[in-house]
């Protein structure tokens, strides 16, 4: 069982960065691939960035593509996702996923834990 905590998000003006972070228990942290997805208000949770076990391999929804970046630190149990020049239309409850099977898939049912989500804001 992976249990999965999200943190950093809050509010911030268009234009503005966060970083998001998900902390994940267990020492099989490291064989995963990982995501994250964003549920806006009356819309359907969408892919945003995923990386492999290694942090080798990254890749993004053309919507958030030069301007958000996945990393991960498994010695530290932990990926982020940094957010720059940030747009209303980013507004969203962030969750991160792990992928047991690591293949980073763009889809969110090919993930097996997910986190409870962190509420990122952007006024414009």
């Known amino acids: 069982q992976v249990q999965l905590v999200e943190s950093g998000g809050g509010l911030v003006q268009a234009g503005g960065s966060l970083r998001l972070s998900c902390a994940a228990s267990?020492?099989?942290?490291?064989?995963?691939?990982m995501g994250w997805f964003r549920r806006a208000p009356g819309k359907e949770r969408e892919f945003v960035a995923a990386?492999?076990?290694?942090?080798?391999?990254?890749h993004y929804a053309d919507s958030v593509k030069g301007r958000f970046t996945i990393s991960r630190e498994n010695a530290k149990n932990t990926v982020y996702l940094h957010m720059n020049n940030l747009k209303p239309e980013d507004t969203a409850v962030y969750y991160c996923?792990?992928?047991?099977?690591?293949?980073?898939?763009?889809?969110?049912?090919?993930?097996?834990?997910w986190g409870q989500g962190t509420q990122v804001t952007v006024s414009s």
């Open positions: 267990g020492r099989t942290f490291g064989t995963y691939a």
């Open positions: 996923a792990a992928d047991v099977a690591a293949g980073a898939p763009d889809s969110g049912y090919e993930y097996d834990y």
């Open positions: 990386i492999n076990w290694s942090g080798g391999s990254t």
